[in-house]
């Protein structure tokens, strides 16, 4: 389970570059969509995005593609996507949007497999599930990184430490040194991390 959460991981960072990419490909062209759709890879913004691809359809055409409270920018859109798309941005484009729908079918196909993986620690799962921040994913990397046997750790300071999230402690001459985290696992402290951000945006929950 461990090898497969750090590989998803790794398709999920290539994935994130991928639609870095495909949005600044798209500023190239002149095609400001991602400042009118909050989320260019949904429903509506991939029906535009394939429409760009075929090159066919005209800006409001586009722009009718839009769904839900999308419609309601329709003027905007127009705007958006009256840009300057040329045959090697529309194949680009296509090998881009063809990269991300793979790497979104392989993660599926991950998130499958780590789902029965993850069937004997059902009841573990859940209640890590419990703490603000930690959805799904978060509890399967605590899992898979650290175990559910916690007698290994003396106390949860050194369970920190290991994880790379307790503050270093360098005093010298009755003076501190440095405040920066040991490495610790990268795998995990990169997920706890995101915890950590995820919970202090959640309501109720004292920062």
């Not at 409270?69 to 949007?97: C, I, P, T, Y």
């Not at 729908?101 to 599926?108: K, S, V």
């Not at 175990?147 to 009755?174: K, Q, R, T, Y």
């Amino acid at each position: 389970m461990r090898e497969l959460l750090r590989y998803r991981r790794k398709l999920t960072e290539s994935q994130a570059a991928e639609r870095n990419r495909l949005l600044k490909l798209l500023e190239t062209a002149n095609i400001k969509l991602a400042s009118v759709a909050s989320d260019v890879f949904g429903v509506s913004g991939r029906a535009m995005l394939k429409a760009l691809i075929e090159g066919v359809a005209s800006a409001g055409e586009m722009a009718a593609l839009a769904k839900g409270s999308l419609r309601r920018k329709h003027a905007e859109l127009v705007l958006a996507l009256d840009g300057r798309m040329q045959e090697h941005h529309r194949f680009v484009l296509m090998m881009q949007l063809r990269r991300l729908e793979t790497a979104e079918q392989d993660i599926a196909a991950l998130d499958q497999r780590i789902a029965e993986k993850l069937e004997p620690y059902g009841a573990q799962h859940l209640l890590l599930m419990q703490i603000p921040g930690v959805d799904w994913l978060v509890a399967a990397v605590l899992i898979a990184e650290i175990g559910i046997d916690m007698s290994v750790f003396l106390s949860a300071s050194h369970l920190a430490a290991w994880a790379g999230v307790c503050p270093g402690n360098h005093e010298s001459a009755g003076k501190q040194r440095s405040g920066r985290a040991r490495k610790g696992n990268i795998h995990l402290r990169t997920i706890l991390v995101g915890a950590a951000v995820s919970a202090s945006r959640t309501r109720g929950v004292a920062t």
